[in-house]
């Protein structure tokens, strides 16, 4: 049976979006409060470097060097969209962008370096430690100034949507980064007792925005609570941090995420807020599926089971978005919009969702397969994650 009782899924996606949430918080503390993972242990990350095969054995590899720190982005006010305000939200304003970029520059600067970092790790134990030390150090100097958590309240509710999201979206790339030191290298506590705490305000923040609204929004906003990727995202992001804080309320909270995602979902994976994007739809509708990719990998490695239904709704997610990648023109006769154009880092879920797919699906598995392998090596650039060295076990394109 599906979590979550049918009559849920008769309602708007508002409607029982809210409700599920209400139960969730009224609830804390009660059965759907407590962790509903089959593992009693220590919440396991998504992904365990043991099993990655470095490519440097008995070769000189480069020295990698970490070069300074990022500056931190710590002002969060007066966040804006940098679309036109049309009916799809998917024509790009370019001087609002141009704006948007400078503002959001530091994090895409942060990413890069933090999967440079994260990638030469991987690949190379002669740079694990140098790697690992480069990570703890550029994460320390954000959360010594509370970056991402600034004058948020200086925000309409768009903007402060906006901005909580910069905020969820790098948080997944500085959660990869870290997990991936932590395991590369035994880390002080002394970095524990200045990154945690952060962390703990970043899901805080992200649990608090995505919270059931005292009354009902304004009509033009009301469509922040829908079932979207950016929900999604919130998801993987408290779930992702959950692990690093050892939270399993938190933790619990993003499988809430990913179930009623997966329970709202259609039966044929076409999720309609992101069709509803215009020339962008298959953009979206992969950005959800990146998203709940890392929700799936965080449910399985902590033995959280998926329901029949549940089962087959991300699988047909995850056909749609393949062949939304694949064939753009099945996506422009469904909605009249001729789509842009993809780049391959758009499907480094194919990586990530693969190990649960092959359980289930060998025929859409190999599908995914033959679609990600004249990719790779394959990364989630967005997030600092190469994908393909992590769950794909290997660092060799075509492989």
Known sequence: MSLYPTKFRKMSQTSAVILLFVSFFALNGSALGQSRSGNDGPLRYIFDLRAVDSDDAGQQTPRFVCGSNVRPMTDMGHFFSFYKPTSTQSVIDPKAMNAFAHRAWPTWVVMAKLLAAVNAGA??????????????????????????????????????RQAVMISGWTAVGLANAYAFATQASPHSDGADRIISPWFQRLSDRLVSEFAPPAAPRPHQYQWLDDNNNVRDWAGASV??????????????????????????????????????????????????????????????????????????????????????????????????YAQED??????????????????????????????????????????????????????????
């Open 123 to 160: 690949t190379s134990h002669a740079n694990r430690q140098a790697a690992a030390n480069c990570i703890t150090q550029q994460l320390i100097s954000w959360a010594k100034q509370d970056a991402l958590l600034g004058n948020l309240d200086e925000n309409d509710l768009l903007g402060r």
């Open 342 to 399: 993809l780049k391959p880092e758009m499907v480094s879920w194919i990586d990530i969702i693969l190990p649960h797919i092959r359980k289930r699906d060998e025929a859409l598995a190999h599908e995914l397969e033959e679609i990600a392998r004249p990719l790779r090596p394959l990364s989630d650039t967005f997030v600092a994650l190469p994908t393909t060295v992590f769950f794909n076990g290997t660092t060799d394109k075509g492989n």
């Open 239 to 336: 779930g992702l941090l959950s692990v690093q804080l050892q939270d399993r309320t938190k933790f619990d909270w993003a499988m809430t995420i990913l179930h009623n995602a997966l329970d709202l979902a259609p039966d044929d994976g076409a999720l309609p807020r992101e069709l509803g994007r215009g020339r962008r739809a298959s953009h979206y509708q992969n950005f959800a599926m990146q998203a709940l990719s890392y929700l799936v990998a965080l449910a399985d490695a902590n033995n959280v089971a998926l329901s029949d239904l549940q089962e087959k709704r991300l699988e047909a997610i995850a056909r749609f978005s393949a062949e939304a990648y694949q064939s753009p023109k099945l996506v422009e006769a469904r909605t009249g």
